[in-house]
């Protein structure tokens, strides 16, 4: 195959990727069918179904896709984390957190947490996820050691964020105000160390 044909084929097949990952996002993994693939990607049904022989391999390429994304997104936030002085990242902690850990804004994430939900029906997309949560989490980590918390689980904290905002959905709350409510109330078991950029 000639280098331009193997470039065009590679365009085709990530365009095929992030149709799929829409459609994830937005309607959950029973929504991923050729079909719908193909009418988001502007293609024929044939051309998804040649790049990826089973519904299942193109729902863990999107699936991995959508985390890719979700962890860059994180990465830039405790990238910006980390060209902050101490008393810039204290005061914009809640914030950093929530941009690194959540990858929309309210009033799109009651959205998010659904689809996220739907994401258990499928084993190769909630397996995707589960891979993906790895860099999240240094993400968030950069994050929490920048302010002076190195010594604060990511994971933890990841499990607080996701747990305010389920519960702020679920009682018709406001979900970022919530959370930065229920981050002040776990940030008031810690104290925060001297940020390791300030040393």
Request: aromatic content about 8%; overall charge positive.
């Amino acid at each position: 195959m000639s280098t331009a044909r193997s470039m065009k084929a590679e365009m085709t097949r990530a365009r095929i990727v992030i149709a799929a990952a829409s459609i994830l996002r937005t309607e959950g993994p029973s929504a991923v069918t050729y079909r719908n693939v193909a009418k988001k990607a502007e293609m024929s049904t044939s051309a998804s179904g040649y790049y990826f022989s089973s519904i299942e391999q193109l729902l863990t390429e999107a699936g991995r896709y959508n985390m890719r994304t979700w962890a860059d997104r994180a990465g830039q936030i405790a990238e910006k984390a980390e060209k902050l002085s101490p008393d810039q990242v204290q005061k914009e902690l809640f914030e950093l957190l929530i941009q690194a850990a959540l990858p929309i804004a309210d009033p799109t994430l009651q959205r998010h947490f659904s689809q996220m939900l739907l994401a258990a029906n499928s084993p190769e997309v909630s397996t995707a996820y589960g891979q993906g949560r790895y860099h999240l989490d240094l993400a968030i980590r950069t994050v929490l050691r920048t302010a002076g918390y190195s010594h604060v689980s990511p994971k933890l904290l990841l499990a607080v964020i996701d747990g305010a905002a389920f519960e702020a959905i679920s009682e018709g709350r406001k979900i970022e105000p919530y959370i930065c409510q229920m981050l002040e109330l776990f940030f008031a078991s810690y104290k925060p160390a001297l940020p390791e950029h300030a040393k």
